[in-house]
């Protein structure tokens, strides 16, 4: 207990008023956060717009610029993991259940209400759907993960700070990031992370219900979710419990065998050659497009703003709000990396897998709804995937697989969230107390029941898009920090490589 801190009970207090509004006056909770969403949507989605495509430009920077060799951690630190385990814990933590939530459902909604106006269900809309599916769960998301991530990395195994948002600050605020500020910006980054992980909490559990109704004759309710809920929280505290060298680790490289034996599966199972053929045409166009996606706004016409507002800017949000839980458990497991490796593995690669995993998803379902009239579409979204797999061979078990991946992407993001919010309400300790741990695993899941209760996922949306605007300030601000240190770290380091270099019978140096 000696490590606990005020942002723990500071954190505690405001979560539990937080769920006791829900549970006592739900109804009010959910006109609250509605007028929320709305003032910040209506008045701040060019600053979320602004924000994201800053910290994509920021990450390509930071990979071509002269502090790529910088390692996270001393010169002589080795990467704690190889690669491949590295990637799978990262991946895991980073999108999780969102991908196969949305792996199906977000394309055919686009597919059907083109992000660009015109008619739904017409090869236009085909491209136009996967192209800003690939936007919104692409480069600008990881980006964002990235840049915290790499600000908590440095500063924790480079220069000794605590493992806190707050201490990113300390190059433009000194020691009075140990006061008062600093426990604010803590306890930001503390809701930010409750409300962004709740989210997809509540999203698992839809879908996980959706997927058991599909199997058997279990009903589709929020009782069945409120079970599920209860059951995931004794798996997800029964493994935060053995620490991330066992649990989490292990959990992640079965989410990465699951992920990659369904994904495997379905392209040879599904329309294999038109899903190739659509990936590649959508993904270049993607990334020939992405600014001018990045940053539409559509002030002129307000249906095509709405969308933008509704889909755009609440990934940005969601993303921002992720990225303390994310930023934390990356770099936790990062050092050893140098700036350049790490950049680069985290924007690039997770980008590319998820773009294509919603290729192959999104791909198939227009495949079937565009040239065999199915109507994937009408699904809806927590049971349009299963839907899909009605479509070929082996649904049955590709259901199954997907169950299981679900449940297991769940207890993952669940167990490293509790890891991270005991990280960060306990000064940076890499291994907070079980006690803190299993408080927080506690709040995730109440806030998740809390948030289906007052309006499902609508209610995510709001405490996302609200609780990520101080928090994206708060960003903006570590980036500074970071070139400030980056600068006055190279030139030292490159002065240490010329003397070095230097020979003894060098006349300037006789």
């Given amino acids: 207990m000696d490590k606990v801190t005020k942002v723990f009970w500071i954190g505690i207090a405001i979560a539990i008023v937080f769920v006791g509004w829900g549970v006592m006056m739900p109804g009010n909770l959910d006109q609250v956060m509605t007028t929320s969403k709305s003032f910040f949507l209506n008045q701040f989605g060019w600053f979320y717009q602004l924000a994201a ?6 990450a390509i920077y930071l990979i071509f610029s002269r502090f790529g060799n910088i390692k996270l951690g001393k010169d002589t630190d080795k990467p704690e993991y190889n690669r491949l385990t590295w990637f799978a814990m990262l991946f895991s933590a980073g999108m999780g259940i969102g991908l196969l939530f949305f792996g199906v459902s977000e394309p055919m909604s686009h597919f059907t209400t083109p992000p660009l106006g015109g008619e739904g269900g017409t090869v236009d809309a085909a491209h136009q759907s996967l192209r800003y599916t690939y936007l919104h769960w692409g480069f600008h998301a990881w980006a964002i993960y990235a840049t915290i991530a790499l600000a908590l990395a440095y500063y924790k195994f480079r220069k000794g700070a605590p493992g806190l948002i707050s201490a990113t600050l300390y190059p433009l605020l000194g020691d009075r990031v140990k006061g008062p500020i600093g426990i604010t910006v803590d306890v930001i980054a503390v809701f930010a ?31 069945v979710q409120l079970i599920i809920i209860a059951i995931i929280t004794v798996l997800f505290t029964v493994s935060a419990g053995t620490g991330i060298k066992k649990g989490i680790k292990y959990l992640s490289n079965t989410n990465m065998i699951l992920a990659v034996l369904l994904l495997t599966l379905f392209i040879f199972l599904g329309p294999t050659k038109f899903i190739l053929d659509i990936f590649v045409t959508t993904f270049g166009e993607y990334v020939q497009n992405i600014f001018g996606m990045g940053m539409r706004l559509a002030p002129m016409n307000a249906e095509k703003e709405s969308w933008v507002q509704g889909w755009t800017i609440f990934y940005w949000a969601w993303w921002i709000a992720w990225s303390p839980f994310v930023g934390t458990f990356i770099a936790r497991v990062s050092k050893g990396r140098t700036i350049r ?26 495949f079937f709804d565009f040239s065999q009239g199915t109507d994937i579409a009408g699904q809806g979204l927590e049971t349009a995937l299963f839907y899909l797999y009605e479509q070929v061979p082996l649904g049955g078990v590709l259901t199954v697989v997907t169950l299981l991946l679900i449940s297991t992407f769940f ?10 919010l005991g990280m960060q309400t306990t000064n940076g300790s890499l291994n907070p107390p079980n006690f803190v741990k299993f408080s927080w695993g506690f709040v995730l899941a109440a806030s998740a029941v809390v948030l289906m209760i007052t309006g499902g996922l609508q209610s995510m949306q709001t405490a996302i898009i609200v609780s990520a605007f101080p928090l994206t300030i708060i960003l903006l ?11 006055e770290e190279v030139p030292r380091k490159q002065r ?7 020979s003894p019978k060098d006349p300037k140096t006789v």
């Fill in 193 to 223: 992370t409750v409300f962004g992980v709740a989210a997809s909490l509540g999203l698992g559990a839809q879908q996980i219900n959706g997927g058991l109704a599909y199997l058997t004759d279990i009903p589709n309710n929020f009782t």
């Fill in 496 to 502: 240490g490589v010329e003397r070095k270099t230097k």
């Fill in 53 to 58: 495509t800053f910290f994509l430009i920021f």
């Fill in 341 to 366: 490796e790490f950049m680069i593995a985290v924007t690039v690669v997770p980008t590319v897998v998820c773009a294509f995993w919603f290729g192959v998803f999104g791909g198939s379902a227009i």
């Fill in 411 to 420: 207890i993952t993001s669940a167990d490293s969230a509790t890891f991270v």
């Fill in 477 to 487: 601000f570590t980036c500074w920090g970071m070139i400030k240190s980056f600068s």
